[in-house]
T-cell receptor
Framework: DAGVTQSPTHLIKTRGQHVTLRCSPI?????VSWYQQVLGQGPQFIFQ???????GRGNFPDRFSARQFPNYSSELNVNALLLGDSALYLC??????????????FGPGTRLTVL | GESVGLHLPTLSVQEGDNSIINCAYS??????FIWYKQESGKGPQFIID?????DKRQGQRVTVLLNKTVKHLSLQIAATQPGDSAVYFC??????????FGTGTRLLVSP
């Protein structure tokens, strides 16, 4: 079975632009979570979606938004990019059974560089 | 590959040694904990998990210990191999599917 897939792999943007990152969960998984990982740190929670509804939001500004589609894939959007948004953006899928402790499986990430 | 963390605590061991990686968590109400392994240029990979009603859980070559009194987790890797070289993160679940990650420890295994 394919794991979590993310696109694109790498992305370079300039300050003020916006970006859309995409994630396809493991087949059968209904939950998608987004994390930001700045170099040298652990991943930081941004959003969690389950059955197309937002279930959780981390401490990120409104420039960050996300959505989940009927096929459970997800997009993360970031507007008005800042240099500090440069990071590895990780998507994790889970939720085969719907329990909060379903294991989260991470994709390879999208490396965003803001110049 | 790109580096995951440049200034992380580092544990250096010889191949065949046992490794112990420690983690302190912050929320005494957390009831689910996970260890992830992250290799350079890759996303975190699930290793093992433990619920708060347990003190110890074993997997293949790995053991996780949980001490709720002092809010401490440890990951023990038996017979460490060069392929175990990576950054290891502990994570606690603080809400529905919301993980809070620790700062990570880099494990370097020399042959």
């Amino acid at each position: 079975d394919a794991g979590v897939t993310q696109s694109p792999t790498h992305l370079i943007k300039t300050r003020g632009q916006h970006v859309t990152l995409r994630c396809s969960p493991i087949s059968g998984h209904k939950s998608v979570s987004w994390y930001q990982q700045v170099l040298g740190q652990g991943p930081q929670f941004i959003f969690q979606y389950y059955e197309k509804e937002e279930r959780g939001r981390g401490n990120f500004p409104d420039r960050f938004s996300a959505r989940q589609f009927p096929n459970y894939s997800s997009e993360l959007n970031v507007n008005a990019l800042l240099l500090g948004d440069s990071a590895l953006y990780l998507c994790a899928s889970s939720g085969e059974s719907g329990y909060s402790t379903d294991t989260q499986y991470f994709g390879p990430g999208t490396r965003l560089t803001v110049l | 590959g790109e580096s995951v963390g440049l200034h992380l605590p580092t544990l250096s061991v010889q191949e065949g040694d046992n490794s112990i990686i420690n983690c302190a968590y912050s929320n005494s109400a957390s009831d689910y904990f996970i260890w992830y392994k992250q290799e350079s240029g890759k996303g975190p990979q699930f290793i093992i998990d433990i619920r708060s009603n347990m003190d110890k859980r074993q997997g293949q070559r790995v053991t996780v210990l949980l001490n709720k009194t002092v809010k401490h987790l440890s990951l023990q890797i038996a017979a460490t191999q060069p392929g175990d070289s990576a950054v290891y993160f502990c994570a606690e679940m603080t809400g529905f599917q919301k993980l809070v990650f620790g700062t990570g420890t880099r494990l370097l295994v020399s042959p």
